[in-house]
């Protein structure tokens, strides 16, 4: 059974670019989770989709942060403009719905010159 | 609010040496589930083991064991015989009644040849 997928696994951007990236769950699972790791610390939570509804994105910073789950499958998170403190590793996770296990996906590495 | 504190930053053994990594946890719920998960240096969340807080029995699967224990709000990692293979970094997350997984900062395991 494929894992979470997860593309592109490095950006390089300079601030103020935009930045989109994609995330397709292990097959079946309804719930798609969206972290933030920042260098030497673990996950935190941005965004926890339910199907196509965000039942949780208390976390995630509105104002250059967006996300979106059409169909209820795919997952785009985006930055726009980025900012320094944006460079860190954006992991998309997915479950059967809490508690299930959440399995992880490789996360893209994102750096913001 | 929910916590979870992994207190050994790094450790650094010998190949063949035993090794236990220690978690300990916070929470007002009844109902909560445990988990680690590996990091290897590829950057993947490697899912380990989950508990849930009713099941206090000792795991072990493996060179893996897990040790539960309420009393103490700790749930340790042993690796028993460890290999060069088992460097990463080792994350203890809690998951409770509001469906968030929350980690801990992370234990840095270099096993040395």
């Known amino acids: 059974e494929a894992g979470v997928v997860q593309s592109p696994r490095y950006k390089i951007i300079e601030k103020k670019q935009p930045v989109a990236f994609w995330c397709n769950p292990i097959?079946?699972?309804?719930?798609l989770y969206w972290y933030l790791q920042n260098l030497g610390q673990g996950p935190e939570l941005l965004i926890r989709y339910e199907n196509e509804e965000a039942v949780d994105d208390s976390q995630l910073p509105k104002d250059r942060f967006s996300a979106e789950r059409l169909k209820g499958v795919d997952s785009t998170l985006k930055i726009q403009p980025a900012e320094l403190g944006d460079s860190a590793v954006y992991l998309c996770a997915s479950s059967l719905g809490p508690p299930d296990t959440q399995y992880f996906g490789p996360g893209t590495r994102l750096t913001v010159l | 609010a929910q916590k979870v504190t992994q207190a050994q930053t790094e450790i650094s053994v010998v190949e063949k040496e035993d090794v236990t990594l220690d978690c300990v946890y916070e929470?007002?719920?009844?109902?909560?589930?445990l988990f680690w998960y590996k990091q290897p240096p590829s950057g993947e969340l490697v899912f380990l083991i989950r508990?849930?807080?009713?099941?206090?029995q000792n795991e072990i699967s493996g060179r893996y064991s897990w040790n539960f224990q309420k009393s103490t709000s700790s749930f340790n990692f042993t690796i028993t015989a460890s290999q060069v293979v088992d460097s990463a970094v080792y994350f203890c997350a809690l998951l409770g009644s509001g469906s968030r997984l929350t980690f801990g900062e992370g234990t840095q395991l270099t096993v040395n040849p």
């Open positions: 097959s079946g699972h309804n719930t």
């Open positions: 929470t007002r719920d009844t109902t909560y589930y």
């Open positions: 508990r849930n807080s009713f099941d206090e």
